[in-house]
């Protein structure tokens, strides 16, 4: 089983730049797809972007051209670039996994907080 662990949220100026990281431990990440998901209070939880155990990105319509999602096996380690940060991406982060691109993320980390000031 992994776990993961997120990092690198906090306050910065609408404008600015952040990179979050997702530790994972317990296993390999190499087969399993990574994603970032986002939630504001009273809102669902909504995917952000995700890269596929074969290296494929998909991102939601409001992330294109402003977020990098990445990862790298061999350190177990997924990351999140996001730039041109708007008051509207202030959430709170998650990192998730799954093992079938077909089924649900059923991994998530405790989540790291993203706030955009204005």
């Known amino acids: 089983q992994v776990q993961l662990v997120e990092s690198g949220g906090g306050l910065v100026q609408a404008g600015g730049s952040l990179r979050l990281s997702c530790a994972a431990s317990?296993?390999?990440?190499?087969?399993?797809?990574m994603a970032w998901f986002r939630q504001t209070p009273g809102k669902e939880r909504e995917f952000v972007a995700v890269v596929g155990k074969n290296g494929i990105t998909l991102y939601t319509d409001s992330a294109k051209g402003r977020f990098t999602i990445s990862r790298d096996n061999a350190k177990n380690m997924a990351y999140l670039q996001m730039n041109s940060l708007k008051p509207e991406d202030t959430a709170v982060y998650y990192c998730?996994?799954?093992?079938?691109?077909?089924?649900?993320?059923?991994?998530w980390g405790q989540g790291t907080q993203v706030t955009v000031s204005s």
């Open positions: 317990g296993r390999t990440i190499s087969s399993l797809d």
């Open positions: 998730a996994a799954r093992e079938s691109s077909s089924g649900k993320y059923d991994t």
